[in-house]
């Protein structure tokens, strides 16, 4: 992956994952790790053993669903050991309990970000923006 776009949608892909897992109904959750695993082979498997199949799930937000959201060759592509470091890091909120407008500005703040990257534009990255709208999402949950 590179550090650019292919982090940003990596991210992206386990954000959605999330929101989807909490969406959902009378099912266990499955985004999560536990602290044992993020330090062992079998660990890191075990995270994506239900991390993947959950973001599979995106094919009802395929290209030929009501709502597209993805063109169906997505896919995580991240290490295991990054894939549970994300996780972890991104199990800690409930974006479902979150305000809009939290997660209208955190979204803001990565997109643009990303876009001032692909653009090749000179001012540094606003990781500060992001991180404090990171906080919002804590603050208003």
Known sequence: ISLDQGAFWQFLYLIFAKMH???AEGVKRRFYALPKELFTAEGGKAIRARIEPLFAEKEKYGPDSENPIFRGNE???LSDRA??????ELARYDFARTEIDAKGVAYQELVGTNLRAVCSCRRAPRIWGFCKSLVLLCVFR
Do not use: A, Y
Request: proline residues 0%; charged residues 35%.
């Open 21 to 23: 897992d909490e969406r």
């Open 75 to 77: 896919e995580i592509t």
């Open 83 to 88: 894939l549970g470091f994300l996780v972890v």
